[in-house]
């Protein structure tokens, strides 16, 4: 998830946000429909037709509220080359192209509310101003994996789409987010291939670090990440207390060469 989203808006709320171009104003979706609703009730009264419009504004409030979400940063040191296997079926890696097929983020009937909210995520992303991602494409040309790729120039763009939740990207690092992988390409190593790709165009950019944020019980992406030579490097933990962000970034225990990303 875009550093560790928790809440993904009802579709019909969503729907609004796009028409008033809200994916480019400060925060997160959620954090945009929490500023639409102080300036347009009907978004609220939209909110409160439905049962699940009922369970975002209260899990909303509750976190906002008092809560603390802790999310861990990982770094590549691209210095040190990974082979990494290829993919089990041919990959063309690349930047996202007018009129790619991305069928793999449809909104179609009979998907898990986990997988409906991984797909309403990448459609946020790329109806946002963020720079088009990186994907994959597979033999019959259908994009198989996305995922962004942003460097120090793109820091106004997170902060602006982010706000504190976006670290700020250094000059010799690229910033890996959005990660996502068809449903029906899962198995076939088309993460470790295409990302390994990735991180060859940073190297051929002149960066010396890749780094990445996922909430700290992503065991499933550390356990990946760190095959591939990536170590944790920093936390990022998020506290509301009376509807009152803040946000630091803070080194974790062990770690001797901590960079600020706040």
Sequence with gaps: LPFGRDIVAPRAVATELRKRGGSKRAGSQDEILMSQLREKPRILVELLRTRRGRDWIRRSARKRFNSTTVSIGIRDDLSVPFAAPPAKIPLVVRKLQPGDDLSLVDDVPGLTPEKARHRADQRWLLNSDLPPPWVAVDPDGAVCFIAYMFTSEDNDRMQALWGPLAPKVHPDEVLIEGIFTSDAH????????????????ARALGKRYAIGVAGEMNLGTFKVAERAGWKRQFKRVERWFLFRQRVTFEPLEGTTDFRSYG
């Design 186 to 201: 899962r198995g076939l190593g088309v993460f470790m291939d295409a990302g390994t790709k990735m991180l060859d165009q």
